[in-house]
DNA sequence: TTAATAAGATACATTTCCGCATCTTGACGC
DNA sequence: GCGTCAAGATGCGGAAATGTATCTTATTAA
């Protein structure tokens, strides 16, 4: 029987997709090494020497689940619609967010003393900062008020994206996107 | 050697808190029958007649502890006195908050296909919404407009609080609830 | 063409935790 | 005081995964 066998990055790349549909359906509790290596069509031994376990896996996992959905937003002249197309963008990464706090949740917690905050910043290093920009371009352009801008109105949108996120396991739908610009936000800061 | 020996309810208090020490402490990806047994001087066959399996544990724990932590806010005359008490009441639930998702996490997710929000449903059963009274009296005393009370800004500051126990495994310090209710919430809904 | 490398298959030992069966003994009702 | 019931101790067997050793064979580079 002739096979044809994946090597080096093809490989790789093979298994970490076939460990993220697992983790998609079965979340990362129900994740085994079994499950991935038979969805890639390859045997454990292989996944042994490439991750040390399954968190190792997760993690690659996670990496490589994010880096095709990479989050930026060019500048439009207007705040609104940047942080609409923000959103809608973070809309794709919501199930890395919902797999990385069961993987916290799971294993994360018990050998470190840290929370989902320090494991997000781990995942993100190297990762610019997309809503800083942002708000800094509509500062220059007087649409906002800096003053305005504390801490906990800054990150306002986005913990509330991830909060839903983390509630319903789904992304939030548009309609409520354009509540938390509208209604919640903007109002908040903007100058007038 | 003479040994005293728990019954019944007393029995089921103390091993419920062995349980809840434990969750606290390892997680509930972390937590083991055994543990909970040798914490409650008891043994696993005890266990194992009440409960069954560490889920049912898990949640009989939960509402054992939510028990001790009523959540109710009186009259106060005063919208921002009533906000501010309900965040800091919160706080006091805030590590059980953290231990139902981990668990939603960790297994409810493998056999519904439900979502935290769903699980927060079942564990609140019986319990009133403690917020809605507060904002009704708020509405009456003509101290918000009830037209700016949508649903996403009604929700907003327990939404907040959830947010920040999920990423940080910790309850939100008094400075950071008091701009959530003073920079936030309330500038949203006043009726001016 | 050939030699080195790594993929893929298989099997084995280990670990961890669980439920249950069994047995003894203390607690409580009558 | 006595009988019933359940607490507590102990041990066994099983299920679920994991890591690794071993062996064959396809792939690739020299």
Redesign the pocket.
């Known amino acids: 029987?002739?096979?044809?066998?994946?090597?080096?990055n093809d490989?790789d790349s093979a298994i970490l997709d076939a460990a993220w549909l697992e983790l998609s359906e079965r979340g990362y509790a129900?994740?085994?090494?079994?499950?991935v290596?038979a969805r890639?069509?390859?045997?454990?031994?292989?996944?042994?020497?490439?991750?040390?376990?399954?968190a190792a896996l997760t993690v690659a996992a996670l990496r490589h689940q994010m880096h095709k959905h990479p989050l930026t937003v060019k500048d439009r002249g207007d705040l609104r619609k940047e942080l609409l197309e923000l959103l809608d963008r973070a809309a794709d990464r919501a199930a890395g967010v919902a797999v990385g706090l069961a993987f916290f949740a799971n294993e994360y917690f018990q050998h470190t003393r840290s929370s989902p905050l320090e494991l997000r910043a781990q995942l993100l290093l190297g990762e610019a900062n997309v809503l800083t920009p942002i708000l800094d371009r509509a500062v220059a352009r007087g649409e906002i008020d800096a003053k305005k801008l504390v801490p906990e109105v800054t990150t306002l949108l986005t913990d509330l994206f991830r909060h839903h996120v983390l509630m319903t396991w789904t992304a939030p739908p548009p309609a409520m996107r354009k509540i938390w610009v509208d209604a919640i936000f903007l109002p908040l800061v903007r100058a007038r």
Do not use: F, H, I, Y
């Open positions: 029987m002739m096979e044809k066998r994946r090597r080096g490989l129900g994740l085994t090494m079994e499950a290596a890639a069509g390859t045997s454990r031994p292989v996944l042994s020497r490439r991750w040390d376990g399954r």
